[in-house]
């Protein structure tokens, strides 16, 4: 098959940390090719070079058989290059169709925008898609699965000949993860490139036709997918054999340091009663809608409740709000930690500092030698991959952003820890250091509740398990007796 791009020899340097190191990469017309590495390992910035956002320092790229040059994400687009970001580039407050042609409107002879033929042309662009979404639906209100095809929409509406998509599938529902490869199979089918990057490797023996594998901003390998299997790709990731998935529990959960009784809200939640040990990790499962998240947010008090009885160590919580569940030693990692667990234009010491700056204050002034001090004992301790304490947190990997948040915690000396999917969009070798740090975490004293929509994850890392459907328990099991049938059928509402 003909190649329809080829980068060669692409180096970039960020403040003398080298990202990319000569790394050769090509996608062939009308294939699906599967870019893989860990966090850190160099596929976002050759992305970002591919797309206009970032200039190479060296190297050569090729695009329909002719040499180019990208200075901006308008060029790349306007050659044929989209990319779709796993935080999505739309206006909530615009239409679809707006989102779609933006700054690209049809107008009449008068200068005014043409409504009738902008809307007639996002509604074809939508059934090539086979969206069932109305061109004049604000973006706010759709689903996210249906914000993925307005994006894909509008890579289209370019004429793109090669769309990138980072994570496309981290907040679908596996219905719509299914909706989204069946469109991606169409698209290859009229000769449109995919790159796709992803931490799921099983969907790539879905739907990828070859595989690219970067490690340390370098090129590991290429091949067909046909040709691999999952545990030869780990190893090219990560330069080792995992022989473990989830690190061995050696914890015994002690005393109840939390006691939940009919913890309800309207429509939400209904008669949730629970205990959580000192040394346990809980797990939190259920499909989507199933009220996992909202059960944790309730009791961390992001949420408003009807009823509740909570009782720690001890002693009754008469209020759950934020501010008194950081009073009391509870910390939430929440599921989006870009928007609600960091500040990322802040660096990563004012983000592990923030919730507690109290403890480095010297009088009215902080105290910055020591806030340095105990912040850099936090990158060494959780291994946060980061120049320094002084780089801002957008610019760490999804793996060391969660071990920021989780230092946030420490820092604050929280010793319940409610972590919301810890391991969404961290790559396989982060997950294990993840999974590491709850394991040492609980050996500690620390306590932790976990919600996951992975099933494997949630039985190989907790002690205990809670199931919900729509809002109730409809199961409890101990490690020993879980196993994934027994979940799904507690999760489809059928009681144990």
């Known amino acids: 098959m003909q190649k329809i791009l080829e980068m060669r020899k692409i180096s970039k340097a960020f403040y003398g940390v080298q990202a990319l190191n000569n790394v050769d990469f090509d996608v062939l017309r009308g294939e699906t090719h599967a870019l893989l590495g860990e966090n850190g390992a160099g596929k976002s910035t050759l992305m970002k070079i591919l797309s206009g956002a970032y200039q190479r320092d060296a190297g050569e790229i090729f695009f329909d058989g002719d040499k180019i040059e990208i200075p901006t994400p308008l060029a790349a687009q306007r050659i044929g290059i989209s990319i779709i970001y796993q935080e999505f580039n739309l206006i909530p407050g615009l239409s679809v169709a707006e989102n779609i042609f933006l700054g690209r409107e049809p107008v009449k002879g008068n200068g005014l925008i043409n409504w009738r033929v902008l809307n007639k042309d996002a509604q074809e662009l939508l059934e090539r898609l086979h969206a069932d979404i109305s061109p004049t639906t604000l973006v706010d209100q759709l689903s996210v699965a249906e914000q993925q095809f307005v994006e894909i929409a509008k890579a289209l509406s370019f004429g793109s000949k090669l769309i990138i998509m980072d994570e496309p599938t981290a907040t679908l529902t596996p219905t719509e993860i299914e909706r989204l490869f069946e469109v991606m199979r169409e698209l290859k089918s009229r000769g449109v490139s995919i790159i796709y990057i992803s931490h799921h490797l099983d969907e790539i023996f879905e739907v990828a036709d070859r595989v690219t594998v970067l490690r340390d901003g370098e090129h590991v390998a290429t091949d067909e997918v046909k040709n691999v299997d999952k545990d030869l790709i780990i190893r090219w990731m990560v330069g080792r054999d995992l022989v473990n998935t989830y690190p061995a529990r050696t914890t015994s959960p002690g005393e109840v340091i939390l006691e939940v009784r009919n913890l309800s809200r309207r429509g939400v939640l209904h008669d949730i009663s629970f205990e959580l040990r000192r040394g346990e990790i809980l797990g939190i499962a259920g499909l989507v809608g199933s009220g996992r998240t909202e059960l944790v947010r309730a009791l961390y008090g992001a949420d408003p409740v009807d009823e509740a009885q909570v009782t720690l160590r001890g002693k009754t919580v008469n209020v759950l709000s934020p501010k008194e569940s950081i009073k009391n030693g509870l910390g939430l990692l929440p599921e989006d930690r870009k928007q609600e667990g960091l500040i990322l234009g802040q660096s990563v010491k004012s983000n592990v500092t923030l919730s507690n700056l109290k403890r480095v204050l010297r009088g009215l002034l902080i105290n910055h030698r020591d806030e340095k001090k105990m912040v850099d004992s936090y990158i060494q301790s959780l291994a946060i991959r980061t120049p320094s304490n002084q780089s801002l947190a957008k610019n760490l990997s999804g793996g060391n952003q969660q071990k920021v948040v989780l230092a946030k915690w420490l820092f604050t000396d929280s010793d319940i820890l409610i972590f919301d999917e ?63 049938e027994l979940i799904m059928r507690n999760a489809a509402g059928e009681a144990s």
């Open 422 to 484: 810890p391991t969404r969009g961290i790559d396989v070798g982060a997950k294990y250091e993840i999974y590491q740090l709850m394991n040492q975490l609980t050996e500690n004293g620390k306590s932790i509740i976990m919600v996951s929509s992975e099933l494997p994850e949630i039985i190989g890392v907790s002690d205990r398990v809670l199931v919900l459907h729509k809002g109730r328990i409809t199961g409890e099991h101990l490690r020993e007796d879980l196993n994934q």
